[in-house]
């Protein structure tokens, strides 16, 4: 049976990763929430026996705005509020105000009620954004230094650069995709949020990732070396030595992708809710970045390579 090119029907697999990903960056974007570690917060705990009504709550603290969580315990209430907003005058308003409705409404009776109130800063949730943005950008950089040193044997035929280009973009596509059905899954579960769990589980898909088109692109330099007289006598296509490349990889590729699947769906459910975040990451990942090593990177890696007119 005759293989279809994966490189000639390359347009195909590149409009429907186009239209996932702007559907990914919408799902992510309509659904995004932060966890406290990425926002400013004060949290109040009071000595309560009995739930708050929080539509009534969040009825009296419209004019402020805060995005309110409640978590009820055995002996106390815990009431949250998260909020971008970091002015001074604000932050007093609403601690104030906070204060002042638990007395009105008989959830306190004296200030000693309130066992606790605790703080998140500016400085310190602008500090964890940076980080994870930091760690993220010099992933993507480091991996994409390491790929056009690792391909430079192969210039005389491809420029290596685009190998690394193509390795930025084909991670980007899978954080995207990622990201997208994370945003999916924030809408169904309210307890589904963007922390730190979610930052790892990115960088995880990142070095994953670029495992698996690193040994396709290496195949390729290996046949590329290989093949070489071939291609300059012309008796061998550059594409022909990329879709060799890429059906060599295939079964690897994909035996790869099941057993960690397997270990993943594991981890989902029978590990506790802070695994269930990270491993539902690394499922989507296991699919997508699977199909985009294959039918992107590549393929992406060749046309590219035609359209400066480097040899065919």
């Known amino acids: 049976m005759k293989k279809i090119s994966i490189v000639k029907n390359f347009v195909y697999f590149l409009l429907l990763s186009l239209v996932l990903v702007l559907w990914s960056i919408y799902a992510f974007v309509s659904n995004l929430k932060w966890s406290i570690e990425f926002t400013w917060w004060i949290k109040v705990t009071i000595a309560w026996d009995k739930k708050i009504n929080v539509s009534d709550f969040k009825e009296n603290f419209k004019d402020v705005n805060p995005d309110i969580v409640t978590m009820f315990k055995d002996w106390n209430t815990e ?39 605790s703080f998140v800063w500016p400085t310190i949730w602008e500090y ?3 980080a994870a943005k930091t760690a993220l950008t010099w992933g993507i950089i480091l991996m994409a230094i390491y790929v056009l040193i690792a391909f430079v044997w192969v210039r005389e035929y491809f420029a290596p650069w ?21 945003g999916i899954w924030m809408h169904f579960n309210p307890l589904v949020v963007v922390d730190s769990i979610f930052v790892m589980a990115i960088l995880t898909v990142l070095w994953y990732s670029v495992n698996d088109t690193i040994i396709i692109f290496d195949r390729i330099r ?54 269930k975040d990270f491993s539902f990451v690394i499922f989507v990942w296991v699919l997508f970045g699977t199909y985009s090593s294959i039918f992107l990177a590549a393929p992406s890696a060749y046309r590219i390579n035609r359209l400066i007119n480097w040899k065919k």
């Open 128 to 130: 964890m954004k940076w």
């Open 162 to 182: 685009i190998f690394s280009l193509v390795t930025v973009l084909t991670l980007t596509h899978d954080v995207i995709m990622a990201a997208g059905w994370y």
């Open 222 to 275: 290996e046949n590329i070396i290989k093949y070489n007289d071939q291609i300059r006598k012309w008796t061998m296509k550059l594409y022909e030595i990329f879709d060799k490349s890429l059906y060599q990889t295939m079964r690897r590729s994909l035996f790869t992708s099941v057993s960690t699947l397997l270990v993943v769906i594991c981890m989902y459910f029978f590990w506790n809710q802070v695994f």
């Open 79 to 117: 009431i949250e509020f998260r909020s971008l907003d970091t002015n001074v005058k604000y932050t007093n308003k609403l601690l104030w105000k906070i204060k002042t409705y638990l007395k009105d409404n008989n959830y306190i009776s004296s200030p000693e009620d309130i066992i606790s109130t």
